[in-house]
């Protein structure tokens, strides 16, 4: 049976790439971006385009725009990286990461919850760099900080979900090849799509919450 699958940041890299899997498989891929790109206009997908999920205002567009259409599968794919070290801290860009990254992501399944039923699942991307333990190279301050926030968030929405069927995955996608690193990478982002959908597939109840590389491997928090 065909599901809903609701994806952010779905015009490029990795958001692209999964778009494509889901509608592959024959789901029903909604894809959500502020611009969409020729490649997403390509694929067999409903596009909703200019939400900014930094603006509060766009999300609820977004909601409106379901018209009450339940999502089986939410993947908050949308982020940004602004690298910077401790002499070149930059505190405008720490805090565009915290709201991009962080906070609208909790910002759009609170605001979808209604759209959300028993046996929906909810996929959190983002990086081992928000792993406290696995961080033995400093630096990069905002986009740590924010995907150390997205992971506490996550958790929580997995206690806080549970009792409603809702099942929380944090991934982390790997070091992929996408414009967001300037293309170095070491997978491609149809590679790291792959994998993320089959820990998405691997999801329950029992492991919501969990911290997954897209290799399998459960992270440090």
């Known amino acids: 049976m065909a599901s809903t699958v609701l994806i952010t940041g779905a015009n490029r890299g990795i958001g ?13 891929v909604i894809g959500v971006c502020r611009q969409s790109s020729e490649q997403l206009n390509a694929l067999a997908v409903e596009i909703i385009d200019g939400i900014d999920l930094a603006k509060p205002e766009d999300i609820e567009k977004l909601r409106e725009s379901l018209n009450g259409r339940v999502v089986d599968l939410l993947i908050n794919n949308a982020g940004i990286l602004r690298s910077m070290s401790l002499d070149t801290l930059d505190y405008a860009q720490i805090m ?12 759009v399944v ?29 630096g990069t301050y905002g986009y740590r900080m924010s995907k150390t926030a997205l992971n506490a968030a996550g958790k929580s929405l997995a ?17 992929v090849k996408t414009e967001m690193v300037n293309y170095s990478g070491e997978i491609s982002p149809s590679l790291a799509a792959e994998r993320l959908s089959e820990r ?12 997954w590389h897209s290799n399998g491997q459960e992270l440090p928090w």
């Open 16 to 28: 692209l790439a999964l778009s494509k899997i889901y509608a592959d498989r024959g789901d029903r």
């Open 96 to 107: 565009s990461q915290f709201e991009v990254n962080a906070v609208a992501p909790l910002r």
């Open 110 to 138: 609170e605001t979808l919850l209604p759209n959300l039923m028993s046996g929906s699942k909810i996929a959190m991307i983002t990086s081992r760099m928000g792993s406290i333990e696995d961080n033995s190279s400093g």
């Open 159 to 175: 206690i806080d979900l549970k009792p409603k069927g809702i099942a929380v995955a944090l991934l982390h996608p790997g070091y």
């Open 200 to 211: 998405i597939d691997e999801l329950n109840l029992d492991n919501s919450g969990s911290f």
